[in-house]
């Protein structure tokens, strides 16, 4: 467990709202010593998430953010509804599937899992997950060969 941070969670509206609190949320939740890389990201895949669970899912609809100390953030979605969602198989019209494949393209690791009272969706991010130069800064490079 991180001893700056500690594990937070909220309960979300089921409204057009909903993806607005869960990245305030995320922001004040987050983990400033461990999750100042990966911010950008989490708010994108947990504003799909949250999408997901209000439009397809069923209330109540919970946010969670956990920090293990590495630089990876977990974020934890969960909703009143046991039906999961299925990236590989959607098709272009199919906003559900679109945002469910996002999560697979950016994340290091995601899964749905069904609860005593719905699901939940899961996804971690990695510092050097996601695409192209955000990965790692020449910041980063230079404290490493020189430490902090
Ligand atoms: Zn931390």
Redesign the pocket.
């Known amino acids: 467990m991180?001893e700056?941070?500690a594990a937070a969670s909220t309960r979300l509206p089921s409204d057009a709202s909903a993806p607005r609190l869960a990245r305030l949320f995320l922001r004040g939740a987050r983990?400033p010593?461990?999750h100042s890389t990966v911010l950008d990201d989490a708010e994108l895949l947990t504003s799909e998430l949250v999408t997901n669970a209000v439009v397809h899912g069923a209330p109540p609809v919970t946010l969670a953010v956990e920090?293990d100390?590495s630089s990876g953030m977990r974020v934890r979605v969960t909703d009143g509804s046991s039906r999961t969602p299925l990236p590989r198989a959607a098709r272009p019209a199919d906003v559900d599937g679109r945002g469910m494949a996002l999560v697979d393209l950016l994340s290091a690791a995601w899964g749905a899992e069904p609860t005593e009272r719905g699901k939940e969706v899961w996804f971690l991010l990695r510092r050097s997950s996601g695409s192209g130069p955000r990965g790692r800064s020449a910041r980063d490079e230079a404290a490493q060969r020189w430490g902090p």
């Open positions: 991180c700056v941070t983990c010593q461990h920090c100390t």
